[in-house]
C-alpha cells in the first residue's frame, strides 16, 4: 500500500499546482462553496458529471451535494452521479464481495467467541450494536497504517492487555475468512482498493471534511488524484474529532499539498458565540491559521448553569442540541428532559418513546373511532395489550397466515383474532388496554407529552436532538446545551497535551453548532472537562471589552 508522505517531490508539485484548498471555520459554508461555486461552474463549463468525484466523509453531504446539483440543472438524473459517494461507498462498487455489517456480524463474532452470552439481554435491543476496544485499536492501526503494537503503546487508557488484543484480532480475521461467508470489513476494502484498484482519468476530484480522513484513505485519494485534473478539498483542521479512529488532520493542512484559501465569513452566530468558541481555539496550539468574521446581524448568548433544572428552554425559540461528550452523560441528559417532559430524538431519528409504542397508542384511536386498521398495525398492536384469548395471536405465525391486505375492525378482531377487549373500554384512555410492555413510567411520560405537544405534534419530529457531539457534527440548531461530564477513560487531566488539543477540538464543535444561545451545563464531576474555565475567560475578555 502507498502512503502519500513516501511518494517523491515530483507527484507532489503536480499534485500542488491543480489543488485548491478550501479551510472552513464553522458555518462559513464549505459544502455550500464545493456545490453552489465549483461544481456548478464545472458542469457549466460543459465537464459531464460522470467525469466528476465528489467524495465526503458523511452520507448527508454527498446526498446535499446531490439535491443542489439536481435542481441547478434539472436535465440530469441522480444517475449520472455515480461518481458522488462517501469513499467507503465509493470504493465497494470495486468489489463483489460480501461486506462486514458494523452492526449483525460484530454482534454473530461476540456470540460465536462467546465475549457475549445469548441469554444477554442487550441482544433483546434491536439498536445493540457490540463495540470491542480491542478491535476498534486494530482498525485504528490499520487506518494509520502503523503496527497495532504501537497504537497500543501510545494508548493512554488501556482496556485490555495486548495478548488478549493480538487474540481477538486472530479470531476476528478468522471468523473473517473461515465461515459459510467470505467477508471484508470497510478497512479491508479501503486497503484492497489501494493495491488492486486502477481509478478511471476524472476532470475534478472534490473531497468534502478532509480533516476527517485517515492515512489509509488519503491513500485511496492520492490515487485517485494522479488522474485528476484538477482537484478541491474543503475542511477545518480545528473540527479534527475522529482522531480517536485514525483520522489525521495534517494530511489536509501540511501533507497534501495545493492553493489555500480561506472562508472568512460565518452565517451561522453573532459576536458572543464567536468570542467563546475563539478562546478555546486559541489553546488549540497546532491550528491552522484562518480568522473568520461573526454574523453582525445575529444577536446571540452563552450562559452559564449548575443545574439542567435552571435553564428555562421555553424561553428559546427555535431547535435544540442537547450535546453530551460520551453517551453515559447522553444518557443523564435524556433522563434530565424526561422528567422536564420533554420530547426529543437522537440524531439517527430514534424518539425519545419506541415508536411501536406510539403506533399501537395510535392504533387504539383508530378502533376506537370505528376505523379499519391493516394486518401489521394489529400485530404491532397485540404486542402491547394483555387481552388476547391466546398467545398465538402474538406469533409471526399466525399473523404471516394472514392476508397482508387484510383490513380490521374491533369487532373483526374479537371474532377472528383472539382479542377480548370488552365493548365498555371503547373511547376509554390507552393505558387502560395497552398494559403489556409498557412500563408505569413511560405512560406517564407519555401523557405528559400527549398534554403538553398533543397527538399531532407527536406523530411529527421533535425539535429537540440530543446526542454526542460527535454525532451533529455538521449540523446546527437555533440553541444548544453542552454537558462535558466525562469518565475516568475520557477524562481531560490525565490526558497527554496532544490529546487536550484533541478534546479542545470536540469542545469548540460542540459550541460551534449554536446559532442564537448557548447554554453551558457546569459539572463537579470529578472527571469533566474544565468549561467552566473557558466561561470565565469569556467574562473577562466581555468585561474588558465595556
Known amino acids: 500500500m502507498t502512503n502519500i508522505m513516501h511518494n517523491n517531490l515530483e507527484h507532489l508539485n503536480n499534485i500542488r499546482n491543480k489543488t485548491v484548498k478550501y479551510y472552513g471555520p464553522p458555518g462559513t459554508g464549505k459544502t455550500n462553496t464545493l456545490v453552489q461555486e465549483i461544481l456548478t461552474k464545472h458542469l457549466a463549463e460543459g465537464i459531464l458529471p460522470q467525469d466528476i468525484a465528489f467524495i465526503s466523509f458523511t452520507n448527508k453531504a454527498v446526498d446535499t451535494a446531490i439535491d443542489r446539483v439536481l435542481k441547478a ?208 481555539r486559541r489553546e488549540i496550539i497546532d491550528s491552522e491559521e484562518k480568522e473568520y468574521l461573526y454574523n453582525p446581524d445575529i444577536k446571540d448568548t452563552v450562559q452559564a448553569y449548575r443545574s439542567f433544572y435552571d435553564i428555562n428552554f421555553e424561553d428559546y425559540k427555535g431547535t435544540w442540541y442537547l450535546l453530551g461528550r460520551i453517551s453515559t452523560t447522553v444518557n443523564e441528559l435524556r433522563m434530565m428532559a424526561k422528567n422536564k417532559g420533554f420530547y426529543f430524538m437522537d440524531n439517527k431519528g430514534n424518539k425519545s418513546f419506541t415508536n411501536n409504542k406510539w403506533k399501537a397508542i395510535r392504533t387504539w384511536k383508530k378502533l376506537c373511532d370505528g376505523e379499519k386498521i391493516n394486518r401489521e398495525e394489529a400485530q404491532n398492536f397485540y404486542k402491547y395489550t394483555r387481552y388476547i384469548s391466546k398467545d398465538l395471536y402474538r406469533t409471526k405465525e399466525f399473523w404471516d397466515e394472514q392476508d397482508k391486505f387484510n383490513q380490521y375492525t374491533f369487532e373483526d378482531l374479537k371474532a377472528w383474532c383472539g382479542l377480548t377487549i370488552k365493548d365498555e373500554l371503547i373511547g376509554q384512555e390507552w393505558f387502560y388496554v395497552l398494559k403489556r410492555n409498557i412500563k408505569p413510567t413511560e405512560v406517564t411520560y407519555i401523557n405528559i407529552l400527549l398534554e403538553r405537544y398533543g397527538e399531532d405534534q407527536l406523530d411529527k419530529e421533535p425539535n429537540m436532538i440530543i446526542d454526542t457531539v460527535h454525532s451533529v457534527k455538521g449540523g446546527e440548531a437555533d440553541n444548544v446545551l453542552v454537558y462535558f461530564k466525562a469518565d475516568y477513560a475520557s477524562q481531560y487531566q490525565n490526558k497527554t497535551v496532544q490529546e487536550k488539543m484533541d478534546e479542545k477540538r470536540v469542545v469548540y464543535v460542540a459550541v460551534t453548532r449554536a446559532k442564537y444561545s448557548l447554554h453551558l451545563l457546569s459539572s463537579d464531576h470529578r472527571y469533566n472537562y474544565p468549561i467552566g474555565e473557558d466561561y470565565f475567560k469569556y467574562l473577562q475578555e466581555k468585561r474588558n471589552e465595556q
Not at 470491542?132 to 487508557?157: C, F, G, H
Not at 471468523?175 to 478497512?187: A, E, L, N, Q, S
Not at 475534478?204 to 482537484?231: C, G, R
Open 73 to 280: 440543472f434539472p436535465q440530469y438524473t441522480i444517475k449520472d452521479f455515480q461518481r458522488f459517494k462517501t469513499l467507503h461507498k465509493y470504493c465497494k462498487k470495486y468489489f463483489t464481495q460480501e461486506v462486514f455489517d458494523p452492526q449483525k456480524c460484530m454482534i454473530d463474532f461476540a456470540l460465536d467467541c462467546k465475549i457475549i452470552k445469548y441469554c444477554d439481554s442487550r441482544l433483546d435491543d434491536d439498536s445493540f450494536i457490540y463495540k470491542d476496544w480491542s478491535l476498534q485499536m486494530y482498525d485504528k492501526a490499520r487506518n494509520m497504517m502503523q503496527p497495532v503494537e504501537e497504537i497500543y503503546r501510545n494508548e493512554t487508557y488501556k482496556r485490555e492487555s495486548l495478548s488478549l488484543l493480538l487474540r481477538k484480532i486472530d479470531a476476528y480475521n478468522s471468523y473473517k475468512k473461515d465461515g459459510d461467508t467470505k467477508y471484508m470489513d470497510f478497512t479491508d476494502m479501503v486497503e484492497r482498493t489501494i493495491d488492486e484498484v486502477n481509478f478511471p482519468p476524472l476532470e475534478v476530484l472534490i473531497l468534502d471534511e478532509a480533516q476527517d480522513f485517515t492515512p489509509l484513505q488519503w491513500s485511496v485519494v492520492y490515487k485517485m488524484a494522479h488522474n485528476a485534473n484538477k482537484i478541491y478539498l474543503a475542511g477545518d483542521d480545528d473540527q479534527a474529532i475522529y482522531r480517536w479512529n485514525g483520522s489525521d488532520y495534517r494530511y489536509f493542512t501540511k501533507y497534501f499539498p495545493g492553493e489555500k484559501k480561506v472562508l472568512s465569513q460565518t452565517r451561522r452566530f453573532g459576536k458572543e458565540i464567536h468570542r467563546f468558541s475563539q478562546i478555546i
